[in-house]
């Protein structure tokens, strides 16, 4: 990614944000996190990752929502941005939240053995051993 895709993609990153949470008023919409903006080399087109934390039943009223104000959400970017051009914005649903959450709880969910202590004459004979290399 160049430089100028990475600036404008945490540009539109911030701009989305701060629409979905203080201009947008379409109920679906609430508690919505724009995680990753990820734009082509054209500026064209913007792939716009999207999470409702811990509310993944959500995503199709969510995504079919973010399509129906995809219109107004595009011209308040095309305010903001300087860009010849307003990219195309396609929302995907963020899953790898998901998928760390469940990594989480299965390691979590091992159950680990402790370690089995070493007797006290071993470590004594570990640590004359460390002193030797000095």
Known sequence: MSIKQAR???????????????????????GLTVTDVELDPELLYARIKVNALGEEERKEEVLFALEHAKGFLRREV?????LRKAPDLIFR???????GERITRLINSLE??????MPDDEMDDKDNDDDQLD
């Open 8 to 30: 404008m993609s945490g540009r539109i990153r911030k701009i989305l944000s701060e629409l979905l949470l203080r201009e947008v008023s379409d109920p679906r919409l609430n």
């Open 78 to 82: 095309a305010k903001r941005v300087r």
């Open 93 to 99: 649903w963020d899953a790898s939240l998901e998928r």
């Open 112 to 117: 680990i053995p402790p370690e089995e202590a």
